[in-house]
């Protein structure tokens, strides 16, 4: 079940890092060559990649981390109704419902 709170933030900073990397490698393999415009671009473009996923995967990671933490502590007095799992609360067109962030199930 921790697999679940988990999956997204990771998913997102490791395809995040990984593709940033291979951006990084390809332009300083073209820098050698005649692309060298296209390199200095690949590179920006890497580097914001590189930033981007840390910032954004890593603070996912770590509000997930803190939620975890304070569940754990009993401190969220709600819990999911199947599992007992940490919920995150969301509000759309048909009204304010929680989903569980363990066991993904939708609730009123
Ligand atoms: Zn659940």
Redesign the pocket.
């Known amino acids: 079940m921790l697999f679940r709170l988990f999956a997204m933030p990771l998913v997102l900073f490791i395809v995040g890092q990984g593709s940033a990397w291979f951006l990084l490698g390809w332009a300083s393999k073209a820098e050698k060559t005649v692309l060298l415009d296209l390199a200095i671009a690949t590179r920006l473009v890497g580097i914001l990649l590189v930033m981007m996923s840390l910032i954004i995967g890593g603070g996912w990671l770590l509000s997930r981390l803190y939620k975890l933490h304070l569940w754990r502590a009993g401190r969220l007095k709600d819990g ?1 109704f ?2 007992n ?1 940490l919920l995150s609360h969301h509000d759309d067109d048909e009204g304010f419902y929680s989903k ?1 962030l ?2 993904n ?1 939708r609730q009123r």
């Open positions: 999911c199947y599992c799992g569980c363990m066991c199930t």
